[in-house]
């Protein structure tokens, strides 16, 4: 009787469509066309590690009408999208939720979790659905310092064994590149495992075996990085993808177009600045490029910061108390 059950369950929701809830704003993917779709990705949209607001970031409010405007399917964040989730939700559903008419995904990152706070108000950490023939898995790469195991890695190789043509991973930490020497210069500020990670040794093995064509974004992008955007082709079928916005006028998201279920990208400045395309902000772009100009004239601002902040002081605390220490070790 409970086998008819679910078959019942699961031949009706075929014939209905199955349509994936965002547990944000209660809103579920609508595809006309499972192989002609859209959808924007970005990361830390809480924005600048600063931002005490409790809001989101200020470059993401100001383009929700934008983004609601746009022809996406729905919006993924890869991780981060709360400063504090233990007190940021109250903010986040009045400034964001509420207002975003696009179904709203996220893979966790650090300043997501809180005890079980995430997960009280938003469900699983890490879960899947698909598209036709494009498979979506959004990993939680905060559980287990980094590895994907168990129930995840599960997840992740049904995705890959699946007949699907492409299949989009998401996470927030930048697992492809902590033990990986040509992105050893690029990351530094990123959030990483303590110990190093089974990517490459069992990870990146099942990748390469699969027939589909593997996208891998993820959202961990220090404060200092050259742009918003990261891309590095593995291979002829693996590509890695970084974005994130984080307050600054940089700031840029992705988006991401299945035209006849062939992946492609356009970039889109959300400050009006100067943005270029996708492949372009490659390993060489990231080794040769710039970082932006400093502006001279905000000197008293950030001297004045400096100078109020707390861990200023305690510094210099405990700079004076090891000279005094030292000081009458030598006497």
């Known amino acids: 009787m409970k086998k008819h059950f679910f078959f019942i369950v699961f031949f009706f929701s075929f014939l ?40 989101p970031a200020s470059s993401l409010l100001a383009n929700l009408d934008t983004l609601n405007l746009s022809s ?33 995904f996220n893979v966790v990152g650090n300043h997501d979790l809180s005890g079980n706070v995430y997960q009280e108000n938003f469900g699983e950490t890490f879960f899947s659905f698909s598209i036709g023939e494009n498979s979506l898995v959004f990993l939680d790469t905060e559980k287990d310092n980094g590895d994907i195991k168990n129930d995840q890695l599960d997840l992740l190789k049904n995705a890959l064994e699946s007949n699907a043509k492409n299949v989009f991973v998401f996470s927030h930490r930048t697992i492809w590149a902590e033990e990986d020497e040509i992105f050893s210069e690029l990351f530094k500020d990123n959030t990483r495992s303590q110990f190093g990670n089974n990517f490459q040794k069992e990870i990146l093995p099942i990748l390469e075996k699969s027939k589909a064509y593997i996208y891998w974004f993820s959202g961990s992008m220090g404060g200092n990085a050259k742009a918003s955007f990261f891309y590095h082709p593995k291979s002829e079928k693996i590509t890695y993808i970084t974005t994130a916005i984080r307050d600054l006028p940089r700031d840029a998201a992705l988006n991401v177009d299945i035209k006849n279920n062939e992946v492609l990208f356009r970039t889109q400045s959300i ?9 372009k902000y490659n390993l060489d772009y990231w080794k040769t490029e710039k970082t ?32 005094f220490v030292i000081y009458r070790f030598k006497k």
């Open 72 to 104: 996406a399917s729905f919006v993924v964040c890869l991780g981060d999208l709360f400063m504090d989730v233990k007190n940021n939700i109250p903010n986040y559903k009045k400034s964001l939720f509420t207002k975003l008419n696009k179904p709203l």
């Open 16 to 55: 209905m469509g199955f349509t994936q809830q965002s547990p944000f704003n209660k809103l579920s993917v609508q595809v006309q066309d499972s192989s002609n779709f859209s959808f924007v990705v970005s990361g830390h949209f809480h924005g600048s590690s600063t931002n005490k607001s409790g809001f």
């Open 271 to 279: 400050t009006n600045s100067e943005v270029i395309e996708l492949e």
């Open 292 to 323: 932006e100009k400093f502006n001279y004239r905000l000197l008293p601002m950030y001297a004045k910061q400096m100078l109020l902040h707390k861990y200023f002081w305690i510094g210099i605390f405990f700079a004076l108390f090891t000279m």
